[in-house]
Structures are given as C-alpha cells and as structure tokens.
C-alpha cells in the first residue's frame, strides 16, 4: 500500500510549479458564495485538459468522477467560494479585486482535490475503484451544499462508501494534518429577531413602547443561557452581533433588529438554546407592553459536523503511516461547516480532518481575517497528499 501511495503522489515534484501557477489564478480570482461562475470554468477547463469525466451540479457545482474498475467509491469535497474581505496578507500575489478575497482557504481547497483527481488520473495501475471529486458552492453562506443537494447531486453520484474533506486552518501547527472521531465542528445558525414597539417623541417615551429598551432588556437575558441552562459539561454559545434601531437620538423607533449567532455540539443543545431564545425574546416582548409578536428567522445554518468512528479509524491510521509525528489530534472545533449536508443526504460516512497552514503558528490571523494566506508551501503539496492518503485508505489494497 505504501509503495502504491508514493507511486500516485510522484508527479508532486514534477508539476509543482504549474500547480502553484494555478493556485495563484484561483487566489487571485475569488468568488463570493454562488457567484463562482469563473472558479467553476477554470476548475472545468482543468478536468477537460486531464481528460476526467465531471457533470455539473447546480449552478456553479461540480463532480469529477473517475472510474477504474470494481471496488470502493471514494468522494472528496473541495468548496469553491470566497468571503466578502479585502485581502492585506502582503503576498506579492495578492489579489486586487476589491473587497473579496480567499480568506478562509479555499482555494487551497479547490487544488487538493483537482490534484488529487490527476494524480489518481495519471496511475490507474496502482488503485482500482471510484475516486470523486465534488466542487462545491456556498460554503460561507451554508447555501452550497443545499443547492447542489436540491439540483441532484444523488442522481450523479454512485453510492458511496466514504466522503471526505478537509480545510485548512490557522489554529494547528503548519504542515500538520489534525483529526478526530466524533463532533469536530459545530452546529450553527444565525437568527434574525425583529421586535416591535411603539415610536413617540423622545421627550415622551410614557407614550410610545420603546423597542430599543426592549432590545438592551433581551440581550442582556440571553447570556444567561449558558451560565444558567446548559449543564457546564456541555459547550454552547449565544451571540449577539448587531443591534439596529432607530437613526436619530430624540426619536423612539418603531422596532429593532437582533442578529444572534448559536453554536453547539450536540443536537439537544442546541434544540435547548434556540427554544430559550425564543422563550426569553416572546417574554420580554410581552414584559414590555410590545404590540406585536417579534418575527423570528432562522439563516446560514449549519449542521454538527460529527466523524464517523470506522472511516476515522482508517483514515487515521494512513495518516499516522505516511505523515508519522505530523498526523496529529484535533480539538473540536467552535467553526461550522455544511460539509455534511451531502453525505447526509445521500446516506454515506464520512471524515473531515484539518490541515495546518502556517509555519508560525503563534503569529497566523485566523480564517476569515483579512490577513489569512497561508504559506503557499509545504500546504498545497500537504492538501494534495492528505486527500491521496486518506482516499488510498479505500482504494490501494494491501
């Protein structure tokens, strides 16, 4: 297995330079969520110069499949899209589209997978089965893995015995690859509450309801819910990101808007924090004489991320092989990803894993800082050999 493994990633060295050309196109050029139109292309025109069969999924997704033979079929995710953050990361391929940028890493993301197709591509004498590779949309906003749920990715992929992914992070050493069995990335949702209240003269608040009033009352009861109702072995959080009301200082508005952000590992918690929300911003309305009920609107949201213990098992253990002291421990996770959408829907286990982007750790920005670029080096070739690796855990026999 070991020397199969070696055999496929040979041609690292070799097209090292044209695939770091590449990632710098992608870096270059980035895509806010559903709005890939020319990532996509680009990932396309690759997979027709390889000569690799892919169908396209949605409006910007895509599958690349490779067929060699009977045995096992392998999928591996690479999201495609960037964030609405002007890059200051002071490499000298920085992008200079305004106000957008891969700050998260996903372009790293894009070339593990693309490479990892011709790599498996170029040696189907060392490995037989179905390796895949799905391009995905939207991960930012948690629409991407939806759409393509929605427009028929099951009708495109075969059943699948495992799907992976990886992303890289500022928060494990550089070089690393970091995995676990078990809950690694939360479950999260975003809330939009609308509450209302009565607008008068700010001169003669006795005559209106004051909705921002209302609103200080509401944010200052919500952390009590996990100081007071989430057992402290569990982990949740309750944020509160915006408050909007009112535009001038002697008006009481109409009403003000609340943007919450939850996180959980576990299901029943989070069933518990959302349902408390809810309680504490309807008690507080009626506390407050509010003259309507308060619209409440779940967004952006994304499932536990929850590795399955048998594809985690194997995984590690080709990791452990081929990157010896580098294969390390993850520590859950307080991101979120809808990584696990597709595999949910299309009932298949799956592992997701880290990988280490920056060499000083200690002064790394974080994914989605307007800083974060990891080093081009070792990590697109890391990204490339953690997706062959974990996939071979499937496909290379003994």
């Given at each position: 297995?070991?020397?199969?493994?070696?055999t496929?990633?040979s041609?690292?060295e070799e097209?090292?330079?044209a695939?770091e050309?590449?990632?710098v196109?992608?870096?270059?050029?980035?895509?806010?969520?559903?709005?890939?139109?020319?990532?996509?292309?680009?990932?396309?025109?690759?997979l027709?110069?390889?000569?690799?069969?892919?169908?396209?999924?949605?409006?910007t997704?895509?599958?690349?499949?490779i067929?060699?033979?009977d045995?096992?079929?392998?999928?591996?995710?690479?999201d495609?899209?960037?964030?609405?953050?002007?890059?200051?990361?002071?490499?000298d391929y920085a992008?200079?589209?305004?106000?957008?940028?891969?700050?998260?890493?996903?372009?790293f993301h894009i070339?593990?997978v693309?490479?990892?197709?011709?790599?498996?591509?170029?040696?189907k004498?060392?490995?037989h089965?179905?390796?895949?590779?799905?391009?995905?949309?939207g991960?930012?906003?948690?629409?991407?893995a939806?759409?393509?749920?929605d427009?028929?990715?099951?009708?495109?992929?075969p059943?699948?015995?495992?799907?992976?992914?990886q992303?890289?992070?500022?928060?494990?050493?550089g070089?690393?690859?970091?995995s676990?069995?078990?809950?690694?990335?939360?479950?999260a949702s975003?809330?939009?509450?609308?509450?209302f209240g009565?607008?008068?003269?700010g001169s003669m608040p006795e005559?209106?309801?004051?909705?921002?009033?209302?609103?200080?009352?509401?944010?200052l009861?919500?952390?009590?819910i996990?100081?007071?109702?989430?057992a402290?072995?569990d982990m949740?959080?309750?944020?509160?990101?915006?408050?909007?009301?009112?535009?001038?200082?002697?008006?009481?508005?109409?009403?003000?808007?609340?943007?919450i952000?939850t996180?959980?590992?576990?299901?029943?918690?989070?069933?518990?924090v959302?349902?408390?929300i809810?309680?504490?911003?309807k008690?507080?309305c009626?506390?407050?004489r509010?003259?309507k009920?308060?619209?409440?609107?779940?967004y952006?949201?994304?499932p536990?991320?929850?590795?399955a213990?048998?594809?985690?098992?194997?995984?590690?253990?080709?990791?452990?092989?081929?990157?010896?002291?580098?294969?390390?421990d993850?520590?859950?996770?307080?991101a979120s990803?809808?990584?696990?959408?597709?595999p949910?829907a299309?009932d298949?286990?799956?592992?997701?894993?880290?990988?280490g982007?920056?060499?000083?750790?200690?002064?790394?920005?974080g994914?989605?800082?307007?800083?974060?670029?990891p080093?081009l080096q070792?990590t697109?070739?890391?990204?490339?050999?953690a997706?062959v690796?974990?996939?071979?855990?499937?496909?290379?026999g003994?």
């Amino acid at each position: 297995m070991a020397d199969a493994i070696h055999t496929i990633l040979s041609d690292l060295e070799e097209t090292r330079e044209a695939r770091e050309k590449l990632y710098v196109e992608f870096h270059q050029n980035p895509e806010l969520s559903m709005e890939e139109e020319w990532t996509s292309q680009r990932i396309a025109d690759v997979l027709d110069e390889s000569g690799i069969e892919y169908h396209r999924v949605g409006k910007t997704g895509i599958v690349a499949i490779i067929a060699n033979g009977d045995g096992p079929t392998v999928a591996m995710r690479g999201d495609i899209d960037a964030l609405p953050v002007p890059e200051q990361s002071g490499k000298d391929y920085a992008t200079a589209k305004e106000g957008v940028s891969h700050a998260c890493g996903h372009d790293f993301h894009i070339m593990s997978v693309l490479t990892a197709l011709q790599l498996f591509n170029n040696h189907k004498d060392q490995w037989h089965g179905t390796y895949i590779g799905v391009f995905q949309p939207g991960e930012e906003t948690a629409q991407g893995a939806k759409d393509v749920v929605d427009n028929g990715i099951a009708d495109v992929l075969p059943k699948l015995d495992v799907y992976l992914g990886q992303h890289v992070l500022a928060s494990i050493p550089g070089s690393t690859v970091s995995s676990k069995p078990g809950p690694m990335f939360t479950a999260a949702s975003s809330i939009r509450i609308k509450v209302f209240g009565k607008g008068s003269h700010g001169s003669m608040p006795e005559l209106g309801v004051d909705p921002v009033v209302l609103a200080s009352s509401i944010v200052l009861r919500l952390q009590t819910i996990v100081s007071r109702e989430v057992a402290a072995r569990d982990m949740a959080v309750v944020t509160v990101g915006s408050v909007q009301a009112g535009q001038k200082s002697n008006i009481i508005p109409d009403d003000a808007t609340l943007l919450i952000n939850t996180r959980a590992f576990d299901h029943e918690v989070e069933k518990h924090v959302h349902e408390a929300i809810e309680r504490i911003v309807k008690a507080e309305c009626e506390a407050a004489r509010s003259p309507k009920e308060p619209e409440i609107e779940y967004y952006d949201v994304y499932p536990l991320t929850n590795n399955a213990e048998e594809p985690y098992d194997k995984v590690r253990v080709a990791f452990d092989s081929y990157f010896g002291e580098d294969s390390i421990d993850i520590t859950p996770q307080s991101a979120s990803e809808d990584f696990s959408y597709i595999p949910d829907a299309v009932d298949a286990p799956y592992m997701y894993w880290g990988l280490g982007g920056f060499a000083d750790q200690e002064n790394a920005p974080g994914n989605h800082n307007p800083g974060f670029a990891p080093d081009l080096q070792p990590t697109l070739d890391r990204g490339a050999e953690a997706a062959v690796v974990a996939a071979s855990a499937w496909l290379v026999g003994e």
